[in-house]
């Protein structure tokens, strides 16, 4: 779909993946305008296909957009637009349980402009890619993650809770220096005290010591993960205490059990955390923690139409 300031936005129309023709004075070329949407497209237990709470993708696009001075997307455009994407390419969704059509909505500002503004005109469009697992070995299996201690994600307001494509660009070289070291990804710490757990570049971050489970506030530096606010009301249902509250990194190298929620990584088992050098095991070689695996398991069978939807969180394409 394109957007005008005559027009507003159009319609859209469904179109051959292929490239965007944009000049290089377009504004996100330049300037960054770019908000994304990670979503998952997946078959059923009762032959549907289905999305996850697309109308919450939708609100955050939305008020990324406006962060960015971007025009939203109205949700209902929003969803359809998905929606509409998901059925065109439903030959490519794998059967249930192996694998989901990965969804990436992109609204950009892809007008002209020389000057540092907003761009003249916007473009919204909707691609997709058939995936399996996240991390490599799998998805229930725990992964090792290191505390980042030279780099910050977000700064107190910036962009960090928005889903921006310049929020990426800057992990990309601590990312890769964590993989070297055989670390999946890393772990971010607040910019301004360095004490408490952030997220990690493409997941939201739990701790859990018994029943009660902790993960950071929506202070602005964090995504609000769809997930990690799925994951809330379930735990809660299921008789753990969930707190959203400051998690200090050496309180969570303590804690019982730690695990990462995301669309794609769903709920991950962390199998170890280090820190300062310290490396703190917190599960069984290979074995995903109890809760993670409680979760993750709840989770994908609600997604999947294999238990009951109590919250109403599934959308049928
Ligand atoms: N944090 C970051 C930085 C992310 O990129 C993502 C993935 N969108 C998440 C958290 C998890 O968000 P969600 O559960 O909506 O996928």
């Known amino acids: 779909a394109e957007w ?5 936005w159009d319609k859209g129309a469904l179109k051959p993946y292929g490239p965007l023709h944009m000049m290089p004075s377009a504004q996100v070329l330049n300037y960054g305008q770019s908000v994304f949407e990670g979503m998952k497209a997946q078959r059923s237990a009762k032959g549907n296909i289905v999305l996850f709470r697309p109308d919450r993708n939708a609100a955050r696009c939305a008020a990324g957009a406006e962060r960015l001075s971007m025009p939203p997307l109205p949700t209902e455009q929003f969803v359809q637009a998905v929606a509409d994407t998901v059925r065109a390419n439903a030959d490519y969704i794998p059967p249930i349980g192996k694998g989901s059509l990965y969804l990436r909505p992109l609204l950009l500002g892809s007008g002209p ?4 503004g907003p761009a003249p005109s916007y473009t919204f469009t909707v691609f997709g890619a058939a995936v399996g697992a996240y991390f490599k070995g799998g998805q229930l299996t725990p992964i090792d993650l290191i505390v980042e201690e030279h780099f910050h994600r977000a700064a107190p307001g910036g962009m960090g809770g928005t889903k921006a494509a310049g929020n990426y660009s800057p992990v990309l070289v601590t990312q890769l220096a964590a993989k070297k070291n055989n670390y999946a990804d890393v772990v971010y710490l607040d910019a301004k005290t360095d004490t408490y757990l952030e997220e990690v570049s493409s997941c939201n971050i739990f701790v859990r010591s018994g029943k009660t489970i902790k993960t950071p506030p929506l202070s602005g530096t964090i995504l609000p ?3 990690r606010a799925s994951i809330i009301e379930l735990a809660r249902s299921r008789g753990y205490e969930v707190l959203e509250e400051p998690v200090a990194v050496t309180d969570a ?4 059990e730690v695990f990462t929620t995301g669309t794609a990584v769903v709920v991950c088992s962390v199998g170890s ?4 050098g310290n ?3 917190f599960t069984a070689e290979g074995q995903a923690g109890s809760t993670a695996l409680e979760l993750y398991t709840a989770l994908t069978q609600l997604q999947t139409e294999q238990a009951e939807d109590p919250f109403g969180w599934v959308y049928k394409c």
């Open 4 to 8: 005008s300031p005559e027009k507003g």
């Open 113 to 116: 402009i020389l000057g540092l």
């Open 225 to 227: 993960g769809v997930t």
């Open 253 to 256: 190298m303590e804690a019982d």
């Open 273 to 276: 955390l280090t820190y300062r």
């Open 279 to 281: 490396k703190r095991a």
